[in-house]
């Protein structure tokens, strides 16, 4: 079973589940592995970090298509080279088209920073500070058609501190991003 992370900044939750298949022994147990690692950014930390680690990566930019359809079109291809049966949306930063989710309905799955569905979208930690939030948090769910809609599949809570700014938050919340999301990975895959 082949496991296809997208990425399109340094890859810490990549790094995370990857690490966790090592440790888990996910390919003698479940005979699943992380088969490639492909971003929308060529100098994406994670794929570096993926190269040393021995994982095929790929990567696409988008200015180099015509329409989102068309960079979905060479993406798909890329992925389903690797005949996934999980996609996983770590810290991806793109819309994915309706034909790309329908494409991998029921086998993809996305890790967003906050307590769903409290601040769907960008800058989450700040919004939360703002708006005077006591917790933070981050949902690993389903990916559908409707932005950060899907079934939640776990989520994991932090304390706002006084005096917090959205960069001690996030660091606070990438923590738990890096617990939950291999433990989900692992039980989709098992
Ligand atoms: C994380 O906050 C994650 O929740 C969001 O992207 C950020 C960076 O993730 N989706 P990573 O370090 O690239 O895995």
Not at 88 to 102: C, K, S
């Amino acid at each position: 079973k082949n496991i296809v992370i997208l990425i399109s900044g340094s890859g810490s939750n990549m790094a995370a589940i990857v690490q966790a298949a090592q440790k888990g022994r996910w390919r003698e147990r479940f005979g699943a592995q992380v088969a490639a690692v492909i971003s929308n950014k060529a100098e994406a930390g994670g794929l570096a970090w993926a190269r040393e680690h021995h994982i095929p990566t790929a990567s696409f930019d988008h200015k180099a298509y015509a329409s989102r359809e068309a960079f979905d079109a060479a993406l798909m291809t890329e992925i389903d080279r690797h005949q996934p049966a999980l996609v996983v949306l770590a810290g991806f930063m793109r819309i994915l088209t309706p034909g790309f989710v329908q494409h991998y309905d029921g086998r993809l799955v996305n890790i967003h920073p906050s307590l769903l569905p409290a601040f769907p979208g960008l800058h989450t930690h700040q919004r939360a500070i703002d708006a005077g939030c006591r917790f933070g948090g981050c949902t690993v769910h389903r990916v559908t058609a409707e932005l950060d809609h899907g079934e939640y599949l776990d989520q994991a809570v932090v304390p706002i501190l006084p005096g917090d700014t959205a960069q001690t938050l996030a660091a606070r919340v990438l923590t738990q991003e890096h617990l939950i999301y291999p433990r989900v990975v692992e039980r989709l895959i098992s």
